[in-house]
T-cell receptor, first 110, second 115 residues
């Protein structure tokens, strides 16, 4: 069964707004990663957060991790039409096997 | 990612046929993975390999087999294809960084349709 589950399943916003998507998981993890997928294409790694980290930034991306709640969030600030894609969280329990959630489909309207 | 290639990119086949999907990488990574993605769902792990002599089953290995011919090549076979194996298949590679953490690099995917 899948480890991570994203929420919401779909999100539609206007360009310039912030987009927040959440990921919940079931077991203890070593790290959690976020990936982006443009329609029908391969996934691209965005950011990795370790289990001992609480927040991480990369450009317009901010990721938080709350291991007590077994949840993570991805914030994209000042969204652009080019950010339109599906976003997946992936958890690694430490064995370098990754469990992907079902994804959040983000649509940024120009 | 051009460093991870998959062939074919699209394939239509019939129930009962044997199909092989191939993955090659020029990244020099030891670890390779095969996933399938169904519409509206995330990726599910089929098989993974941490080096040429190491092959492991993932969540959904039934009906699939793999071969790690070399560090750079990892093939996925469907012994007798069935319609519910219609999906998008992704190959991925990774290497463990010095601190023990790693990201995955994905190929462009193979769209397989089983009639």
């Amino acid at each position: 069964s899948q480890q991570g589950e994203e929420d919401p399943q779909a999100l539609s916003i206007q360009e310039g707004e912030n987009a927040t998507m959440n990921c919940s998981y079931k077991t203890s993890i070593n790290n959690l990663q976020w990936y982006r997928q443009n329609s029908g294409r391969g996934l691209v790694h965005l950011i990795l957060i370790r289990s001992n980290e609480r927040e991480k930034h990369s450009g317009r991306l901010r990721v938080t991790l709350d291991t007590s709640k077994k949840s993570s969030s991805l914030l994209i600030t000042a969204s652009r039409a080019a950010d339109t894609a599906s976003y997946f969280c992936a958890t690694d329990e430490g064995f370098n096997k990754f469990y992907f959630g079902s994804g959040t489909k983000l649509n940024v309207k120009p | 990612d051009a460093d991870v290639t998959q062939t074919p990119r699209n394939r239509i086949t019939k129930t009962g046929k044997r199909i092989m999907l191939e993955c090659s990488q020029t990244k020099g990574h030891d670890r390779m993975y095969w996933y399938r993605q169904d519409p509206g769902l995330g990726l599910r792990l089929i098989y993974y390999s941490f080096d040429v002599k190491d092959i492991n089953k993932g969540e959904i290995s039934d009906g699939y087999s793999v071969s790690r011919q070399a560090q750079a090549k990892f093939s996925l076979s469907l012994e007798s294809a069935i319609p519910n194996q219609t999906a998008l298949y992704f190959c991925a590679t990774s290497v463990v960084a010095g601190d023990g953490y790693n990201e995955q690099f994905f190929g462009p995917g193979t769209r397989l349709t089983v009639l």
